[in-house]
Every structure is written in structure tokens, then in C-alpha cells.
């Protein structure tokens, strides 16, 4: 079993949706970071999260480390927000990042 | 432009012939990681230094190496290229030993071809 779970795997959404992004953990964590990588490859760091919740214009991160789920929300998505979403807890015992295998965001128009 | 700078953005190159990729962190990040991410894959970690001083190891393979200098730059070399090291090799840096505190700064990454 990976020691992090990401889904969807893939998700097509029309412009203005609301969309979440689950994430799963095993292991303990002393961070929690959500990643964007767009379809040109760079990587872009959305959020660091320990506890509770954080917001970003139309992005929303939360965290519940009793439950190791984190969730990221887009609000009112748009064709720009099409990327690759990864999560990557920061394991407690050696700081290292695990990584979800990401999942595949396509916003239409 | 994230701070991190990594060169060259592409490379294209022979299969058993050796390359350098060179990575500059953000000012004032001591730690400098390094990843591999083949097609379609996740990103993989391969090394990682702390202020001169390898602190991690991941998935390196023993062709592959890696330094940072004391100008805290980093360089990851490749000999012996194979076609199966063709993947985007992206360095990311952080202030501390780890991102926990403050978080990463991913570069943009090289893009290595192997023919």
C-alpha cells in the first residue's frame, strides 16, 4: 500500500466547478505540502500546512492530522487552474517528502 | 522566477557520455535537494545537502553524484547515461534542513534526453 493516496487520479471539470483533491496518509507528518506542476513541467509550492486550514485567493488547503486526510479546494476553477496537483507530506521521522502520484486537473472552458 | 536557477534548461546527449546539471538556490536557502521525474512518473528524490554536507539519500543511482559548494550552489552529475535517465531533474532549496518551517522553492527544472 503507497503511504500517500491521491484522488481523483484524473478530473475534467467545467469552468466556474468547485473541485477537491483528496489526499490519504500513513505515516507522521510534520508538514504537509501541496504542489502544482503545469503541462511545461515547473513546480510551483501552494501550501505548507501543519493543522487547520489555509486559503489562497481561490485555492483551499485543509488538514486533519488525527484523520491524515488533507483536502485542496478550488473555487469557481478556471481553464488556467489545469495542472498537475501533488500532495507531499514531510515524514516527521527524517523531514523527507513522500509524493502522491499527483492528480490530472483539466479545466474546459 | 521562483530564486532557484537551475541550468541548463535542456539537454540533449548520448547514450554512455556523462553531464553536469547545475542548480543555484534561493538567496539565503542552505538546503538543496535534488529530484528525478521520468515521464509519466512522480517525482522521485535522489539526494540532498545541507549546507555543504550530504544530509539524505534517496533513489541515487551509483553513475549519478552530486556536490554543493560553498557558495551553496549544487551540481548533480550523470555519467554512464543510459536512455532510461531521460526525465526532467528538477533541484529545490529551503531555508532550514528541511521545508517544514518555511517550505520549498522548486527550480524549472532540466529536461535530459538520452538518444
Known amino acids: 500500500k503507497n503511504e500517500v493516496e491521491q484522488s481523483p487520479q484524473n478530473l475534467t471539470a467545467q469552468e466556474g466547478e468547485f473541485i477537491t483533491i483528496n489526499c490519504s496518509y500513513s505515516?507522521?507528518?510534520?508538514?504537509l505540502h501541496w504542489l502544482q506542476q503545469h503541462p511545461g513541467g515547473g513546480i510551483v509550492s501552494l501550501f505548507m500546512?501543519?493543522?487547520?486550514?489555509k486559503k489562497h485567493g481561490r485555492l483551499i488547503a485543509t488538514i486533519n492530522i488525527q484523520e491524515k486526510h488533507s483536502s485542496l479546494h478550488i473555487t469557481a476553477s478556471h481553464p488556467r487552474d489545469s495542472a498537475v496537483y501533488i500532495c507531499?507530506?514531510?515524514?516527521?521521522?527524517?523531514?523527507?517528502?513522500?509524493w502522491g502520484a499527483g492528480t490530472k486537473l483539466i479545466i474546459k472552458p | 522566477d521562483s530564486g532557484v536557477t537551475q541550468t541548463p534548461k535542456h539537454l540533449i546527449t548520448a547514450t554512455g557520455q556523462r553531464v553536469t546539471l547545475r542548480c543555484s538556490p534561493r538567496?539565503?536557502?542552505?538546503?538543496v535537494y535534488w529530484y528525478q521525474q521520468s515521464l509519466d512518473q512522480g517525482l522521485q528524490f535522489l539526494i540532498q545537502?545541507?549546507?555543504?554536507?550530504?544530509?539524505a539519500k534517496g533513489n541515487i543511482l551509483e553513475r549519478f553524484s552530486a556536490q554543493q559548494f560553498p557558495d551553496l550552489h549544487s551540481e548533480l552529475n550523470l555519467s554512464s547515461l543510459e536512455l532510461g535517465d531521460s526525465a526532467l531533474y528538477f533541484c529545490?532549496?529551503?531555508?532550514?534542513?528541511?521545508?517544514?518551517?518555511?517550505?520549498?522553492?522548486f527550480g524549472s527544472g532540466t529536461r535530459l534526453t538520452v538518444v
Open positions: 529545490a532549496s529551503s531555508v532550514a534542513y528541511s521545508g517544514g518551517l518555511y517550505g520549498y522553492t
Open positions: 538567496s539565503g536557502d542552505l538546503s
Open positions: 545537502y545541507y549546507n555543504g554536507e550530504e544530509r
Open positions: 505515516v507522521g507528518i510534520s508538514a
Open positions: 500546512l501543519s493543522s487547520g486550514k
Open positions: 507531499a507530506p514531510e515524514v516527521d521521522s527524517n523531514y523527507q517528502l513522500i
